[in-house]
């Protein structure tokens, strides 16, 4: 089916194509509602009629629209015209990671890093909203003019609730990047995608896939079976940390990966500041923090006491101890009565607690403490981030700026992990992105849409097209911009441009008609919708057929459907002194702008039965030896046109033209194609 030129839903005009995939193809497309450019994914017709292929692609958008976060391209709308079912996205223009690497190599190990840690932040977005991508590969990473990293083709990726995903029923995506768990049919997860994530990295730091084979199946079994051999022996200058991330990513072993993506993202950040870091990509040394046993202390027996000695002190413990039954008897009466005392007391403070203890128990019961679970928002905007927190009661307070790859103003930090329940009206600190590197915001006033678009991108500036009415502004220019010319920002940011619409729908400019002959400024009246009134006046003293004066001055601005009066200057017939070129001297340059001229009657004994005809001068016409007089019937009721087409010569005086006598409009003359003059039919 051909889209191109056709307008979906009365909305989205397909430009052209850019794209085909599996299952759609992709079409570069204009909004016409809101005036920006998209990208649309059409399903291809093959699947168009098969309702699981169907269902499938209305989940990439339901699943991938909630997602908001600058690594992740956006979708903005979902629909069907007839049988066309597509999906409108954000219009990405760059390259994919795939063919960067197909193309130039392995990357420099800090730019694949810098790519690696934006696929894990916007991995980390789509697993906290319990999305998985399940097809993560460099054919679907963009990396936009700008070196921005955005994950499309959330075409396999399903919505989690707490349980994984079952693989089993199919084999999706590219097995090169499968997870092991994925390629043996079993469940897959959030770590399915940090696993292909890690064989992306590996590719773009060696250029080289870790596991390849003659057939999808052996490729799978590699994954299964074997360790890939290790990046920095293929790329030694890659610092062990890297290394490090990258294998603990690409691990078999589920619980040996990283346990989130944000982890893995937190590692990358780490490397790319401090290349030599420690300890990065590798767990910590559990046995360390083993339970040990602590040893039993006793007071050590002395054997080498004397016999005597120890029989002795024993004789002295039993005398010791009739002693003591003897002292007990004469305490116990005079003990009596402290202890009934002792008893009351304690009786009374025991009351007194479980007084107050049962009083604060009941406050707590009645006056529970609120609390709420902290969300993720770390790649959010600040202001989303502040409307999430706030709706949920927490304070928001912005601790500072940090240099990062998200855009300026981006959460790239947040005070509470996101799954921590905590009490209500906390204040949570956020990190924002201070962005990239600054730029100087170029001067784009008074430039078409498309030069400006250019100035801005050539600085690394994204540009937001407003249109608006202005009648001082020439149509389509820029009238301001915003940030304006000389500020700095950052890269990366929009800078929003006012472009004149013109003047309003019903209203025009008057054009300057002087120099401009009868028959011309007619059609230019007539395509500015304004009524041509045309007067004559005789002034000799001014060559014939100039204009003499417009009703309307030139660049006024003026309502469709207004009468212009345009007096032009027809001399008399007896005022009409023609010169005409002497034949002697052919080559003789004209002396005069050339003017066609009409004999006042027409000549009928030259003209055959059912014709009229005129006769035409042709003095001085032509600025070659030889030139083309054709005449044309103009608004004919019966669409006849041409009825005279003929070559001739500057000594020619005059030639007779016949036209049917039933002709309607207009006849106009044409000298080497160029509009000479023109004359009603008259009845």
């Known amino acids: 089916m051909e889209l191109v ?28 509602k809101l005036n920006r450019y998209v990208a649309i994914k059409v399903l291809k017709d093959e699947f168009a009629t098969d309702q699981e292929f169907i269902k499938r692609f209305q989940i990439e958008a339901q699943s991938a629209a909630s997602l908001s976060q600058p690594n992740i391209v956006s979708i903005y709308d979902v629909a069907n015209d007839g049988d066309v079912h597509f999906i409108v996205m954000e219009l990405v223009e760059g390259r994919t990671l795939k063919d960067i690497i197909q193309k130039e190599g392995r990357l420099d190990w800090k730019k694949a890093a810098k790519v690696g840690s934006q696929i894990a932040a916007g991995l980390s977005t789509a697993h906290k909203n319990h999305i998985i991508h399940r097809d993560i590969k460099p054919h679907n990473i963009i990396i936009t003019k700008e070196g921005i990293a955005k994950i499309t083709d959330f075409g396999i990726a399903k919505a989690a609730s707490s349980s994984t995903i079952n693989a089993k029923s199919s084999s999706l995506g590219s097995v090169h990047y499968f997870s092991p768990e994925h390629a043996r049919g079993g469940y897959t997860d959030e770590k399915s995608d ?43 200058e890659i610092p062990d940390g890297l290394n490090d991330i990258i294998m603990k990513a690409m691990s078999r072993e589920v619980v040996s990966r990283y346990s989130n993506a944000m982890q893995l993202y937190n590692d990358l950040q780490t490397i790319i500041k401090t290349p030599d870091a420690s300890g990065v990509g590798r767990e910590a040394d559990e046995s360390l923090y083993a339970t040990q046993r602590i040893p039993t202390v006793s007071k050590p027996i002395n054997k080498n006491m004397d016999y005597s000695k120890r029989t002795n002190s024993i004789s002295s413990d039993k005398n010791n101890g009739i002693n003591m039954k003897k002292a007990r008897k004469k305490v116990k009466h005079s003990s009596g009565i402290v202890g009934l005392l002792l008893k009351v007391i304690l009786a009374i403070l025991f009351f007194a ?50 240099d990062s790859e998200f855009p300026r103003g981006y959460v790239i930090k947040q005070k509470f992990v996101s799954g921590e329940e905590i009490t209500v009206g906390t204040t949570i600190d956020l990190t924002l992105s201070a962005g990239q590197e600054k730029v100087t915001v170029p001067d784009v006033s008074n430039f078409s849409v498309t030069a400006a678009t250019k100035a801005l991108r050539d600085v690394n500036l994204d540009i937001i097209v407003i249109e608006e009415e202005n009648d001082e502004v020439e149509i389509n220019k820029v009238i301001r911009q915003d940030p304006k010319a000389g500020e700095e920002t950052y890269t990366g940011e929009k800078v929003s441009v006012y472009v004149s619409k013109g003047l309003p729908e019903d209203m025009v400019y008057m054009p300057d008609l002087f120099d401009v002959k009868e028959a011309e400024a007619r059609n230019i009246l007539d395509g500015l919708e304004l009524v041509p009134v045309i007067k004559y006046s005789s002034s000799p003293d001014k060559e014939e057929g100039v204009l003499i004066s417009q009703s309307i001055n030139a660049k006024e601005k003026v309502k469709v459907k207004t009468e212009v009066t345009l007096v032009y200057n027809k001399i008399s017939p007896e005022d009409t002194t023609p010169t005409p070129v002497p034949t002697n001297n052919p080559t ?68 007779i033209v016949t036209y049917p006598a039933d002709a309607t409009g207009m006849i106009r003359v044409y000298i080497d194609d160029v509009l000479d003059s023109e004359l009603m039919i008259q009845d």
Do not use: C, W
């Open 5 to 32: 030129g056709r307008t979906l839903i009365n909305r989205y005009e397909i430009l052209e194509k850019v794209g085909v995939g599996g299952m759609a193809t992709v079409y570069k497309a204009r909004d016409n």
């Open 588 to 655: 003789q340059a004209p002396t005069s702008k050339p003017v066609v001229t009409f004999s006042p009657t027409p000549i009928p004994t030259l003209a055959p039965v059912g014709t009229k005809s005129l006769t035409l001068s042709l003095v001085n016409k032509g600025s070659r030896e030889t030139f083309n007089v054709r005449v044309e019937l103009n608004g004919d009721i019966k669409g006849r046109k041409v009825v005279y087409n003929q070559e001739h010569k500057r000594g020619d005086q005059q030639v």
């Open 353 to 402: 607690l479980v007084v107050f203890g049962s009083k604060l128990v009941f406050d707590t019961l009645m006056e529970p403490t609120k609390t709420a679970v902290v969300p993720n928002v770390i790649g959010s905007s600040e202001e989303k981030a502040r409307l999430i927190l706030n709706n949920l009661g927490f304070e928001v307070q912005i601790a500072g700026y940090l």
């Open 194 to 236: 940090i696993y292909s994530l890690g064989i992306v990295l590996y590719e773009m730091v060696t250029g080289k896939l870790p596991f390849d084979g003659d057939s999808a199946v052996v490729v799978a079994m590699k994954h299964l079976k074997d360790d890939a051999v290790e990046p920095k022996k293929l790329v030694p």
